[in-house]
């Protein structure tokens, strides 16, 4: 039996994060409606240019060629009180019974009543849509995922289809028309997801962060669930044949085993242990401010098919809003038709927990896009809406963007590439994302924090936790559309987010922070002080001193300069020093109010550091790993722990 020296730590930090409690329920207050009248509406022609409607008591929406047209509308929202959960109407009085396909987008750009068409707005995401109106009745679009709390929202009323519809403005005199309004139903806020004391901040509630367009998605690898055999941690697979050398006949040997890290083990359950799992695992994301999973789809049979609907499952159980992201993997699934590829996915369609946007279009985002041509995946869509009746909207990640994002631009309302995992690679973010929206595509960015691969015999340095902030930092200011976490447990990639026995959660934590500030626009204010420490177990250049290994991890090419440093990453309310005791001698650093990292040269021996203000200690935090001059394989992973999960 395998046996770790830590495993008794890492077996009560697992219970710790696996039985956190949530946050308290709170009694339900009665929803509270407010009706917000049109402050601005008019509409636009192509036909007439120049022309200036806003005394026209009626909009008009047609998408024909040479003939555009669309209404425009404003709604000054106040009354609603911070953090509440806002579900948000718009209704339109419709002149005509038509069966215009018109979609509401957000304006991204100023216009009064008077604008013209040749001054006309720039127009964001469609936030809602709706098919057929009917002369004389009041027609409902849900804006939901728009319409936030109090401020200011100005919307374009596009047709997409259909003839032109005609819709009464607030000028409307005609006997029972019915100006253009904003109808707001909101309940209380929800007390924040998870309880206040792992984190340097407040999580806002669950609905304020779904609020968001931005999306943050994990990417979900089906090889690696929390337990592939229900077995105690100690015993499991992970431990007997992933983890141990001698593994699965000796087949990783020269490598030193097929994995470094695994899920936080668990006890054996009872029941559909399986299912039970994945609902653990999308609470713990879902907790995190997580959108949902895009999942990896290696097969359309086998157990990676089963595990996929299994997960699907596990988010209507859990919630519904937690969203699945449909993922071909084009390696698995070179050898597949378009047809057959159309089946499974609107197999999986029919579920309501997989993902599709406002206009009720399948989002599918394939892996490696690239592995088959623009006219295959055209014939995919082509399938999909004709046989299935469910229209795509495509959002290729590719190993290699700028070489194919013209090519594929016409199919695609989105693009990602599978990115890299080391600051010295991260220079191209702000381009691929220009290049993206110069195309009118949004952008997911991969945000990564580390990548080792034994049995490829490579890995990517990076910096502590300096890869993860950077990949952060670069798709907030670089204006990324959605975000993909590279990986929540692929951890043959050693890329994983998920709370494991290396990171214990650490890196997950510093995600929710950085989500927060993607997704609201602010930084989030630091209220209690926090400490993250990082380290690798060995020095990059270090051999193990014994053991089968013979294959042995090298710096991928390009990657930055492989270094041996303790990180002390600190979110502090004000300044303070660090004091820390790494291998046994004490080093001491200043450091101002905010984020600070402070790096010390890696030893052998255990490591810890405290936060110390006027003479109090406010957050500390011990590594549970010791740095050794001997160990059985090489292992290039930074371990992680947080003062936010230590007793």
Known sequence: MLRKPWLSAVMAMAVAIMSAPAAPAQAAAEPKTVTVQASADTYVSETSPTADHADFTWMS???????ERFGLVRFNVTGVPEGAEVKATLEIHSVRTTDT???????????????????RPTLGATVGAKTGFTAGQQAKIDLSGAVTGD?????????????????????????????????????????????????????????????????????????????????????????????????????HAAYGGLLRDRPLPRAPKTGDWQLADMESEIRLARTAGLDGFTVDILSLTSQ????????????????????????????????????????????????????????????????????????????????MQSKHGVKVAFVPVFLNFSTHAKAYAPIS????????????????????????????????????????????????????????????????????????????????????????????????????YYLTKFKTGKTPPIVRDTVYLTHRLQKAAQRPSGGAQTKFMVPRGGTSTPRDTVEVLAFLTGAATVQAAIGGTAKKADVAAGITATTFPLVYGKHSASIVRAGKTTAKVVSPFEVKASLPNQDLQYVAATSGRQS
């Open 61 to 67: 929406a047609f998408n024909g060629a040479g003939n």
């Open 413 to 512: 309302y989105g693009f990602s590439n599978w990115g890299n995992r080391s600051p010295a690679q991260q220079a191209g973010i702000a381009s691929n994302i220009n290049l993206a929206h110069d195309l009118g595509k949004i952008w997911m960015q991969p945000v990564s924090v580390q990548d080792e691969r034994p049995n490829q015999g490579v890995y990517d340095e990076a910096n502590n936790t300096e890869n993860l902030r950077l990949t952060w930092d670069k798709s907030i200011t670089g204006g990324a559309d959605w975000v993909q976490l590279t990986t929540w447990n692929d951890f043959s990639e050693g890329t994983q987010f998920t709370p494991s026995t290396h990171n214990g959660g650490a890196y997950l934590d510093l995600t929710s």
């Open 304 to 383: 990676h098919w089963t595990r996929l609907k299994l997960l699907v499952q596990a988010a209507k159980n859990v919630d519904p809003g937690f969203k699945i992201v449909l993922m071909p993997d084009m390696n698995g699934l070179k050898g597949v038709t378009p047809t057959q590829l159309a089946a499974s996915m609107a197999e999986l369609a029919q579920n309501s927990t997989v993902y599709r946007l406002a206009d009720k279009r399948l989002v599918v985002s394939p892996f490696k896009a690239e592995n088959q041509p623009v006219s295959w995946w055209k014939e995919f869509m082509d399938v």
């Open 101 to 119: 396909a018109l979609a509401v987008r957000k304006t991204t750009s100023a216009w009064d009543e008077h604008v013209l068409y040749t001054n």
């Open 151 to 251: 401020g200011t929202y100005a919307f374009a009323l596009t047709s997409t289809g259909g003839v032109q519809g005609v819709f009464h403005s607030s000028r409307a005199t005609a006997t029972g028309a019915v100006p253009p309004r904003l109808v707001i139903t909101y309940s209380a806020a929800e007390k924040p997801p998870v309880p206040a004391g792992p984190l340097p901040f407040d999580l806002p509630s669950i609905s304020t962060l779904r609020a968001s367009e931005k999306k943050v998605f994990a990417h979900y690898f089906t090889p690696y669930p929390i337990s592939l055999d229900n077995k105690a941690g100690a015993e499991d697979y992970y431990a007997r044949n992933y983890l141990n050398p001698a593994g699965e006949s000796g087949k």
